[in-house]
C-alpha cells in the first residue's frame, strides 16, 4: 500500500477527496445499482435494499450522540484496553494519536476475504499509529510511524462518501480502535449525506468494552484478530500483558451485538463477527486455545479466517522462533485443530 501526500490546506474540508494515485489501493469496476442508489450495494428484485445499523439511529440523534460520547472519553482514554487515562487532546498515549484520526491509504481493496472483497472491492481506510506493538507486524511502516495526513471529520466523511461512490461494498475501517473517536463524528456527518454502506470494524482485538458499547448499533460487521491465547506471549511480542483477557471479552461482546457473519445471495457479509487468526512458528499464537474458546464459548458458526501468510517482518528477525517462516506442516496442523474444535466456517479451507 502506498503512503499520502499532504494536501493543500486551501481545500474546501466538506469537499468530497478524490482519490488521487497517492492514497489509492487497486481499483476496479464499479457495481451500479439502480439510479439514483448508490453503488456497490446488492440489490435483489421484490427485496428491500440493504440497511446498515446506524442508519437506525440517525433519526432520533442517537449517532451524533455516540459521537460526542466518544470525544468524552478522551479526556481520560479508556478506549482501548490500556486504559491510558491520558488526556488525548493535551497530551498523546501509548497509540500517540491526538483526537484527529491519521489516515495512511484509502481505496477499494481486493484481498480481504471474500464475503468483504466482492467483486467490487473492500472499502478499506487504513489509519497510522496502533494500541499494539506487534514486534512483527507487516505495516509497521503504518503502524508505528505517521504515515498519510490527519484528517477532520468532515474530511474523513468525505473519505467515506468518495468510497461509496468508487463502488466498495463496506466501509472496512483498519485498526480503527485508537480513533474510535474520531471516525463517530465523520460517519455522523456521511450518514447525513447518504452513506449506505454496511460498516466493518477491522480490529487488532485489544479494544475496550466502553468502546464496544459505544459502537452498538453502529457496526455491522465486526472483524477482530485474535492473535494470541498466551498473556506472556502477547507481552513479550505485542507489549499487551492482558491481551487473551481483553481479547475474548471484546469478542464476547462483539457476538452478542451481532452474531454469526450474514452473508447475503450475492456473496456479500452484511452483519455478524469474522474473526482472524494469523498462524505463527513454533506454535506462538496458542491457535487450539483460540479455536476451542470459539467453538465453546461463541458459536461453532464463526466464521474464522485461519490465516497462513505470516512472514519475518520488522523486528522479528531478532526473535528465535519468529525469524523463520511459518511451515506447511505447521498450518496443517493448525487447521486440524480448528475442524476438531467443530468450527466449520473456515475462509478458503474446506471442512470435511
Not at 440493504?50 to 439511529?57: G, K, N, T, V
Not at 499494539?132 to 484528517?151: D, E, K, P
Not at 456527518?189 to 452498538?216: C, F, M, Q
Not at 498466551?230 to 469478542?251: F, I, K
Request: hydrophobic share 40%.
Amino acid at each position: 500500500m502506498q503512503g499520502s501526500r499532504q494536501r493543500g490546506s486551501g481545500k474546501d474540508p466538506d469537499q468530497r477527496p478524490e482519490i488521487s494515485p497517492a492514497f489509492r489501493l487497486t481499483a476496479s469496476a464499479c457495481v451500479h445499482g439502480p439510479p439514483g442508489l448508490p453503488k456497490g450495494v446488492c440489490y435483489h428484485v421484490g427485496v428491500p435494499p440493504f440497511e446498515p445499523a446506524y442508519l437506525r439511529l440517525l433519526p432520533s440523534g442517537e449517532l451524533h450522540a455516540r459521537a460526542e460520547a466518544a470525544r468524552e472519553h478522551l479526556t481520560a482514554c479508556d478506549l482501548c484496553a490500556r486504559r491510558c487515562g491520558m488526556n488525548r487532546f493535551e497530551h498523546l498515549g501509548f497509540c500517540r494519536t491526538g483526537p484527529l484520526a491519521w489516515v495512511a491509504s484509502f481505496g477499494p481493496h481486493h484481498g480481504e476475504e471474500r464475503p468483504l472483497s466482492g467483486r467490487s472491492g473492500s472499502g478499506t481506510v487504513f489509519f497510522s499509529r496502533c494500541n499494539l506493538r506487534c514486534i512483527f507486524c507487516q505495516n509497521h511502516t503504518i503502524s508505528q510511524r505517521y504515515a498519510g495526513r490527519t484528517m477532520t471529520a468532515a474530511e474523513l466523511a468525505g473519505v467515506f462518501l468518495a468510497l461509496q461512490e468508487e463502488g466498495c461494498h463496506n466501509l472496512n475501517l483498519v485498526s480503527p480502535t485508537h480513533v474510535v473517536a474520531a471516525i463517530l463524528p465523520a460517519l455522523a456527518l456521511a450518514a447525513e449525506k447518504g452513506l449506505r454502506l454496511p460498516i466493518v470494524y477491522n480490529t487488532g482485538g485489544y479494544d475496550s468494552p466502553e468502546a464496544i458499547e459505544l459502537l452498538d448499533g453502529i457496526v455491522d460487521i465486526y472483524m477482530p484478530d485474535m492473535k494470541y491465547d498466551d498473556a506472556a506471549v502477547s507481552r513479550q511480542l505485542s507489549h499487551a500483558a492482558v491481551y487473551p483477557q481483553a481479547n475474548r471479552q471484546t469478542v464476547r461482546a462483539m457476538h452478542r451485538q451481532v452474531g454469526d457473519l450474514v452473508v447475503n445471495s450475492s456473496g456479500l457479509a452484511e452483519r455478524g463477527l469474522l474473526v482472524r487468526h494469523l498462524v505463527l512458528p513454533g506454535g506462538l499464537a496458542g491457535t487450539e486455545g483460540v479455536v476451542r474458546f470459539l467453538a465453546s464459548e461463541i458459536s461453532r458458526g464463526t466464521y474464522l479466517n485461519l490465516m497462513d501468510q505470516y512472514r519475518p517482518a520488522y523486528l522479528a528477525r531478532g526473535h528465535p522462533l519468529l525469524k523463520q517462516p511459518l511451515q506447511r506442516q505447521e498450518f496443517q496442523t493448525a487447521a486440524e485443530m480448528a475442524r476438531h474444535a467443530g468450527l466449520h466456517r473456515l475462509s478458503g479451507i474446506t471442512v470435511p
